[in-house]
């Protein structure tokens, strides 16, 4: 497009920057709330070096309603899953427990 100019750069980023739903998106944590409450059957289990320099691990439950949700949990509770057992996470507590 002839005479078209790139948005202007500022200090901060790009003026005319993604939408706020973008930006809501963008990162999704896995950290478990103790406002939260579900249960559901462990799917699925990984782990990984996401900052690049601690272990975080992660198990895929399937909820009640059918949906699922990827959680961090601790290293111990990890490795005592398989795929199958149920987690059950309560309002008010820090963390999921093995039912």
């Known amino acids: 497009m002839e005479g078209a100019r790139p948005p202007a750069r500022t200090s901060g980023g790009w003026s005319e920057g993604p939408s706020r739903d973008y930006r809501g998106d963008m990162f999704t944590s896995r950290k478990v709330h103790e406002k939260d409450a579900w249960s559901g059957a462990v799917v699925d289990k990984s782990r ?5 320099s601690n272990m975080y691990h992660y198990v895929q439950v399937r909820l009640e309603d059918g949906t699922t949700k990827k959680v961090r949990v601790d290293g111990t509770l990890w490795e005592s899953l398989t795929t199958g057992d149920r987690l059950v996470k309560e309002a008010g507590t820090a963390a999921p427990v093995k039912a």
């Open 48 to 52: 990984g070096m996401s900052d690049g």
